[in-house]
């Protein structure tokens, strides 16, 4: 059940998911209807005032152009004035100057009449052709004229014709977000919400395997399924440029309906990526994301939150594409360096490997000296021990050769009289002996 605010009364009633979906569903209509309605009404209003301003502006101009023709006309009538008043003066002078001179011959006074007749068709000839040149002037600004004015209801026409494509623009617009609405909120009403994050991974394998082949023939792109170290993310992203991975990119994809009761922010899940990045042994995390829909700061591209943790990007589904590129193509530019990095590591790994080998044998060197040196003396202390036997047994023959001697001093002292002094017995048995072996 939601819970809605009346903004008249302030009364808290509720109502059902399905009337809450409807009751949003509608006022986004009609906000969006309010919108288009405001937007051709602005369009018109700006369509009639620049067919104002042009039809003004050529009025002024034909305006000044036919007052520029009067003024023109005014000075020529003037100039012809003046011509006509100067002849006047001219034929009077010329009377004084005959009446005056009327001694002078005929001839004089016929070419007199012939300079004064010249001088007549001139002025006669200057008229016409000033009035000509006017009445030209006169149609070429009627052309003008008209020619504007049919380049003005041209634009009008266009401009119908524009508005006309506009007001069709906007409700083929209008009907195909309605149909989006539609199709989305049939979506998902029929959609739960792993299935809801499923699509968008679908979404995300589908839109990386259209491009896989032509622009990443070398890359790796599959799902991470090793939770061994307690948790997992998304896609893992790698590309090689002659066996030397130059790029690795961690993805988490999140989702979820509108409907959901406990609604999550994208920050919720920075620390566990941050984590699948480091454990994975990845360089970049990103996270594409449809949660906070209403957030401008994620809706405006692609979003930099490295501040909280390094390397880390969130984006929507549209630029899920873009980012691979962008990140690829700066990474691309490091390849050199870090083949040049690989080298001096691999040299310093030959030189590491030199010393611990050197090292080593000393240790082991060492370590077969001292049990050399070990094995030396408890020999050399066996021998001692030996020679100090040895010498003991020695001592021990040199006395039991003493002892021999006086046995043998004993045993050359030993007599049949010597034994049996002291012993009657023994004598007799010895005598009686000796008198049987001289029997």
Do not use: W
Request: with cysteine.
């Amino acid at each position: 059940m939601r819970e809605l605010k009346c903004p008249q009364c302030g009364s808290v009633f509720s109502v059902d998911e399905a009337d809450y979906a409807s009751i949003v569903s509608q006022v986004k209509t009609q906000e969006f209807e309010a919108e288009v309605k405001a937007r051709l009404s602005e369009i018109r209003r700006q369509s009639v005032a620049e067919q104002e301003a042009a039809s003004l502006r050529m009025s002024q101009e034909y305006e000044g152009k036919l007052n520029a023709k009067e003024l023109e006309l005014s000075r020529k009538e003037n100039e012809i004035v003046k011509l006509q008043s100067q002849l006047s003066g001219y034929d009077e002078a010329k009377k004084l100057e005959m009446e005056a001179e009327r001694f002078k011959t005929k001839e004089e006074i016929a070419r007199l009449k012939a300079v004064i007749e010249q001088n007549e068709n001139k002025v006669r000839v200057a008229v016409l052709e000033e009035q000509s040149r006017a009445k030209d002037i006169l149609q070429a600004k009627e052309n003008t004229l008209m020619e504007l004015r049919s380049q003005l209801d041209v634009s009008l026409r266009e401009a119908t014709i524009r508005e006309a494509n506009i007001k069709e623009d906007y409700e083929r617009q209008l009907k195909q977000k309605q149909e989006l609405v539609d199709y989305y909120k049939d979506l998902k009403a029929r959609l739960s919400t792993k299935m809801i994050g499923e699509s968008l991974e679908v979404h995300c394998s589908n839109e990386f395997n259209r491009v896989r082949t032509t622009m990443y023939p070398n890359a790796y792109f599959e799902k991470d399924n090793d939770s061994s170290q307690g948790s997992k993310g998304d896609f893992i992203f790698r590309d090689y440029a002659d066996g030397l991975e130059y790029i690795s990119i961690m993805f988490e994809m999140k989702n979820e309906m509108d409907e959901t009761a406990t609604k999550h922010k994208n920050e919720d899940f920075f620390a566990k990526l941050d984590k699948d990045r480091r454990t994975k042994g990845c360089e970049y995390a990103v996270l594409v994301s449809l949660l906070e829909p209403d957030n401008e700061f994620y809706n405006e591209g692609i979003v930099d939150v490295s501040y909280r943790y390094p390397k880390m990007f969130v984006v929507r589904p549209q630029f899920f594409m873009p980012l691979i590129s962008l990140l690829t193509q700066a990474s691309q530019k490091s390849v050199e360096y870090q083949r040049e990095l690989v080298r001096a590591r691999q040299q310093s790994i030959d030189v590491t490997n030199f010393e611990n080998k050197l090292n080593d044998f000393r240790t082991k060197f060492g370590d077969h000296y001292m049990r050399a040196s070990a094995k030396f003396n408890k020999a050399i202390e066996e021998i001692d021990k030996t020679i100090k036997s040895l010498q003991k047994m020695k001592e021990d023959l040199l006395s039991s050769e003493n002892y021999l001697r006086l046995a043998n001093t004993d045993a050359e002292g030993l007599t049949i009289k010597r034994l049996t002094r002291g012993n009657p017995t023994m004598r007799q048995k010895f005598e009686e002996a000796r008198e049987k072996e001289n029997q």
